[in-house]
């Protein structure tokens, strides 16, 4: 691999990149820089006979959690988010390892002399020629010079994260070429021959017609294909492979929800009174919202009365300005106090137009307010507008149109955009700032002044308050304790105290959360650790408590034939059937078929190899397939479908029609099965790797 100091030595230069905005990231991230308990013994798993240190993998993690920051920067980092990183980063982690070993075995490897090509040489990689920083501003051409002088400067940042940064960036982009090299080795050992293109060019065009009878598996009596014990266990013993299972566990639980008590609901009630008498004297009404509401959302806009949402509000919009009416439930566990704070005769609606700036490196909000000043006056001495907005504005999508935003009612813009454009007067021009950057408005036409009211409200929502979670607390303690202590089987108490058991089956060891149990990990980790039998502690979930009882831990391996004894009798019943239909089948004709099993023949039925399905009868892949294989005016012999047994005459079958256009054929079915073998190719891979996954014995 190319070091720093090698590829410095012969240009200045060093490139890796992880996409085009993540480059863009670390460049103005680098830039800006220059203006201004251990547990490494322990392991989470092994791969190729070598183990993975937690420490490694927990570097991973963290790299995962900062880039979902920094894409979600207004999300919440969930522990069931967590959980998904967790999982995202083990997989990333495994198929890097995965792959550098089969790159090593194949020799599949990148040259100082190739790397140092695709950063400055005549081929350089698309994602390095595609970055704006390295492009010339007037042209928009890759420049090497950028390169150059970027690099010159990566050691001036003294914390070395630059650099580090870049090295990183250097690892991926090397990764990136090895995996187009090996995945060119995949596709260039495909080959599609002409014959093959002939096939599927006439699979998608013929069509075979035919007759048949089918004789539904319901109406043959099971007494006479009941299976043997010796024909379940044969069956399971050939199909083994096809009833393997991972560890996991099997719970039942009970969920005591915690509900808001009348008590709860009372002292809500009573919170929002007390603050009633400020409310209605406190003049800065946004910050008593603020300060005291549950709705955290609040807006403060002029509404019709049309618009209001709360009965109550409509009731408020001919009272006085400044009255206070509530306390008042306006939902479901939902307290509210209402104010009318303001009544105003405003336009239902504006017609208005906007430039828009945004601050940036290289343009303060300072500047930009000066800047629009200067176009205030500039079109005050007669500039038009709509030739500034198409010059300068960053809203596109309206500087095209001169900056015209149509009609539009109040509440529709954030607030101090709506606030500018319906207060001013026609013709009048605004700066005002919002969080997308800073406006300069002009309002064309305005409707008819109608009366507006603007109210502001307290939202209180009822929750349970500490006495009753521990009133909750220690029903679900008292009933693990009636288990534990007295020893009552977990079914019988929950029919005694008629509760409602829920149960989740097969629970994997990384599986992030009980079903129905939201962010339940560590009832997932109970389970991993307990004994079958065992009951647990008492689990709090948000507002639930939970007492899980194990009943069945499921070994890695194969499932026991005891378990999907049903599901094999099944199918050993279908395959019974058959045998004893084509048994006592003794016509040679469908006629003979129909009426000896009390069918009827169904004629004229329609197949194509495109298309799996029949009318009338569904998905029957086994059933296609024969009538494609069977020559005309032969009775086929008993196909078993899935609902039904089958014989068939073939009627009539499209003759193969030959195509000059094969080329195109070739080049589809090529990209049709690199795509697949893609994903297979891996899979092998990963299964050959010998991975151990202990991550449950950590989170």
């Known amino acids: 691999m190319a070091t720093l100091g090698k590829i410095r030595n012969r240009s200045g230069l060093l490139l890796a990149v992880i996409g085009f905005a993540m480059l863009a990231f670390i460049l103005t991230d680098f830039m800006n820089s220059l203006g201004s308990g251990d547990r490494s013994s322990i392991y989470v798993g092994e791969i190729f006979g070598k183990d993975i240190l937690y420490q490694d993998y927990e570097k991973k993690v963290e790299e995962g959690i900062n880039n979902w920051k920094s894409q979600n920067q207004q999300g919440i980092l969930s ?4 959980g998904q990183i967790r999982q995202q980063m083990w997989e990333q982690y495994v198929r890097e390892k995965v792959m550098d070993n089969e790159y090593g075995n194949l020799g599949i490897s990148v040259s100082d002399d190739e790397f140092f090509e695709l950063l400055q040489g005549v081929n350089v990689h698309p994602q390095i020629s595609q970055v704006p920083a390295f492009q010339d501003p007037t042209t928009g051409r890759f420049d090497r010079t950028k390169v150059i002088s970027y690099l010159k400067q990566i050691d001036q940042d003294q914390t070395g994260e630059a650099r580090n940064r870049w090295l990183s960036f250097q690892e991926y982009l090397i990764g990136l070429i090895k ?6 080795l995949i596709n260039n050992s495909m080959y599609v021959t002409t014959q093959e293109a002939q096939n599927s060019y006439n699979e998608k065009l013929k069509t075979c017609i035919f007759d048949y009878v089918a004789i539904p598996y319901s109406s043959i009596d099971d007494s006479i294909s009941t299976p043997t014990k010796r024909q379940l266990k044969t069956y399971y013993n050939d199909n083994k492979e096809n009833y393997k299972q991972d560890e996991s ?30 409310f209605n004297l406190y003049d800065d009404y946004e910050l008593m919202v603020k300060r005291n509401s549950d709705n955290r959302s609040s807006t403060f806009t002029y509404t ?14 001919e009272a006085k300005e400044g009255i206070v009416i509530g306390p008042y439930l306006a939902s479901k566990d939902l307290y509210r106090l209402s104010k009318l704070v303001s009544v105003q005769y405003r336009p239902d609606s504006v017609l208005a137009r906007h430039i828009l700036l945004k601050p940036s490196e290289n343009i303060s909000l300072d500047s930009i307010y000066v800047r629009l000043e200067e176009f205030k006056s500039q079109i005050k001495k007669g500039s038009d507008f709509g030739d500034l907005a198409q010059l300068y504005s960053e809203d596109k999508s309206t500087a095209i149109k001169g900056g015209e935003l149509g009609w539009f009612q109040e509440g529709v813009m ?6 500018a454009c319906f207060t001013s007067k026609k013709g009048e021009l605004k700066i005002v700032e919002s969080q997308f950057g800073v406006h300069l408005i002009e309002v064309n036409m305005l409707s008819k002044p109608i009366r507006k009211v603007k109210i502001a409200s307290i939202d209180r929502f009822v929750e349970p308050s500490t006495e009753t979670y521990n009133k909750y607390y220690s029903e679900a303690a008292q009933f693990a ?6 020893k009552i089987p977990f079914d019988t108490l929950v029919n005694e105290q008629n509760l409602l058991k829920r149960s989740d089956n097969k629970v994997s060891v990384n599986k992030q959360s009980v079903a129905g149990l939201p962010n339940s990990r560590d009832l997932v980790r109970w389970l991993n650790k307990s004994e079958q039998g065992d009951v647990s502690e008492v689990f709090q979930f948000d507002n639930t408590y939970v007492v899980a009882f194990l009943t069945k831990k499921n ?3 194969y499932i026991p034939l005891s378990e999907v004894k049903e599901e094999i009798k099944s199918l050993v019943t279908k395959q019974n059937k058959l045998n004893y239909i084509n048994s006592i089948t003794k016509e040679q004709d469908l006629d003979g078929i129909a009426k000896s099993n009390n069918q009827v023949i169904i004629q004229g039925a329609v197949a194509n190899m495109n298309d799996m399905t029949i009318q009338q009868v569904g998905y029957e892949p086994k059933l296609v397939g024969a009538v494609f294989g069977l020559e005309a005016s032969i009775l086929s012999p008993p196909i078993k479908g899935k609902n039904a047994i089958f014989y068939f005459n073939v009627v009539s079958k499209d003759e193969n ?6 080329l195109q054929i070739k080049r589809d079915i090529k990209k049709a099965d690199f795509a697949n073998a893609q994903g297979a190719v891996y899979n092998v891979l990963k299964d050959n790797a010998n991975i151990k996954d202990n991550r449950s014995e950590f989170y």
């Open 481 to 486: 304790g009636k288990i534990l202590n007295e």
């Open 414 to 419: 954030v607030d101090s955009f709506n606030e």
């Open 555 to 557: 070994k890695e391996g």
């Open 249 to 278: 566990n099997d719970v039942d639980f009970v969920v005591f929800t915690v509900f808001p008590s009348s008590d709860d609901d009372e002292m809500t009630r009573l919170s929002l009174q007390e603050l009633k008498s400020d």
């Open 179 to 184: 995996k187009s090299k090996y995945n060119t």
């Open 657 to 662: 029609v030959l195509t000059n256009n094969t």
């Open 79 to 82: 522990q069931a988010i967590i």
């Open 304 to 317: 019709t009365k049309e618009n209001l949402q709360d009965t109550k509000h409509k009731e408020l919009f």
